[in-house]
Antibody, heavy 123, light 110 residues
Framework: QVTLRESGPALVKATETLTLTCTFSGLSVSTRGMSVNWVRQPPGKALEWLAIIDWDDDKYYSTSLKTRLSVSRDTSRNQVVLTMTNMGPADTATYYC???????????????WGQGTMVTVSS | SYVLTQSPSVSVAPGQTARITCGGNNIGVKSVHWNQQRPGQAPVLVIYHNDARPSGIPDRFSGSKSGNTATLTITRVEAGDEADYYCQVWDNSGEHPSVVFGGGTKLTVL
């Protein structure tokens, strides 16, 4: 069974940098054709995609947030790490990591999600 | 950037059929995926590539497309189906692929 689990601080201060970790169990983070996405959801609002890292280490970011985001992998720990700089109150949200795969029909849906981690930014 | 439009809410009585729509320009050429998010829980994929169901998803859930609209249909609606539903596509029109979500539809079971 493949599971993902997010971890990181529950509270950060404005202007600080947020670092979140997504730990994979049951599957290598380097599995060919697999990607890890980061998605966030402010309280009461819709899902917002942030970034993706592919199995071959290609990385893509949300256009509106790309100057603040960085995603990387630690294959020895089977983890994916997201950093977001210059945090502000508007970044208060639940942050999820989620898997997608690439098949004959192209990139698929986000088929495995972590439970999410709530991050509050204090001003 | 690509935009997906969903109605904010849909209400149905138990046992009836719920239809949740997702509109987007030329959505007919894209694969549409649907996620269910029950209150306080992480999203769950219920339909992928327009009309395929992941293992464990009841066959009461189905997906379709017509013109510029994709539809998630839930037959014989149960109380446990009450949730927010998000459609999702990949936008490959820019410099790189990106995920686009609709704004979500809240399904209320009366």
């Amino acid at each position: 069974q493949v599971t993902l689990r997010e971890s990181g601080p529950a509270l950060v201060k404005a202007t600080e940098t947020l670092t979140l970790t997504c730990t994979f169990s049951g599957l290598s983070v380097s599995t060919r054709g697999m990607s890890v996405n980061w998605v966030r959801q402010p309280p009461g609002k819709a899902l917002e995609w942030l970034a993706i890292i592919d199995w071959d280490d290609d990385k893509y970011y949300s256009t509106s947030l790309k100057t603040r985001l960085s995603v990387s992998r630690d294959t020895s720990r089977n983890q994916v790490v997201l950093t977001m700089t210059n945090m502000g109150p508007a970044d208060t949200a639940t942050y999820y990591c989620a898997r997608t795969t690439i098949g004959v029909l192209g990139r698929g849906g986000l088929d495995i999600w972590g439970q999410g981690t709530m991050v509050t930014v204090s001003s | 950037s690509y935009v997906l439009t969903q109605s904010p809410s849909v209400s149905v009585a138990p046992g009836q059929t719920a239809r949740i729509t997702c509109g987007g320009n030329n959505i007919g050429v894209k694969s549409v995926h649907w996620n269910q998010q029950r209150p306080g829980q992480a999203p769950v994929l219920v339909i992928y590539h327009n009309d395929a169901r992941p293992s464990g998803i009841p066959d009461r859930f189905s997906g379709s497309k017509s013109g510029n609209t994709a539809t998630l249909t839930i037959t014989r609606v149960e109380a446990g189906d009450e949730a927010d539903y998000y459609c999702q596509v990949w936008d490959n029109s820019g410099e790189h692929p990106s995920v686009v979500f609709g704004g979500g539809t809240k399904l209320t079971v009366l």
